[in-house]
């Protein structure tokens, strides 16, 4: 049954949203197929933009869609990258789990797993626990897959 603290009476919210201050982070859909392993419904995260370019270090604790062009490495501390088809990257990269739907130069560290879609591309090398390469896309590099990566997200999360 229901009680009080779970709203059984509805409440009139603290600030409308008409006056509630922007977000900072956008949520966005990643494709279902991109989801973390396990069940898991995809999760928000912050989103740059197909117009905007980046020069420097990219770092983060969330979850990122790139779908702009970015010169520097990028860090995400065990966070999903997804990398928009229209994005361009020339990146040395470390994340959780690497969705490449555009095109990357430059090395993958991957906890996890690293998908490259159908006209996605890689050119460097790849280091992950696990890798699924589609019809249609292009990779050129080194593949070395480490079972145990995986293992250790689990014990560092």
């Known amino acids: ?12 919210p603290a600030v409308s949203p008409s006056q509630a201050p922007a977000s900072p982070v956008v949520p966005f859909n990643q494709p279902a197929s991109s989801g973390r392993l396990g069940g898991s419904p995809a999760r928000g995260g912050a989103r740059l933009g197909a117009s ?3 020069k420097g270090e990219v770092t983060g604790t969330e979850d990122l869609q790139i779908d702009g062009i970015v010169n520097g490495p990028i ?3 065990g966070h999903e990258l997804t990398v928009g088809p229209a994005a ?16 990357i130069t430059g090395n993958v560290h991957a906890r996890g797993r690293v998908d490259i879609k159908k006209d ?12 699924s390469i589609e019809d249609g896309a292009y990779f ?3 593949i070395e897959i480490d079972p145990t990566k995986a293992a250790n997200q689990t014990a560092a999360d």
């Open 140 to 142: 050129k590099g080194r």
């Open 88 to 103: 361009q990257l020339n990146s040395e990269i470390h994340a959780g789990d690497i969705v490449a739907f555009g095109k």
């Open 120 to 131: 996605g591309s890689i050119t460097g090398d790849i280091s992950s626990a696990r890798i």
């Open 52 to 54: 905007i370019q980046i």
């Open 75 to 77: 860090r995400l501390q």
């Open 1 to 12: 049954m229901w009680s009080k603290q779970q709203g059984g009476v509805a409440e009139p």
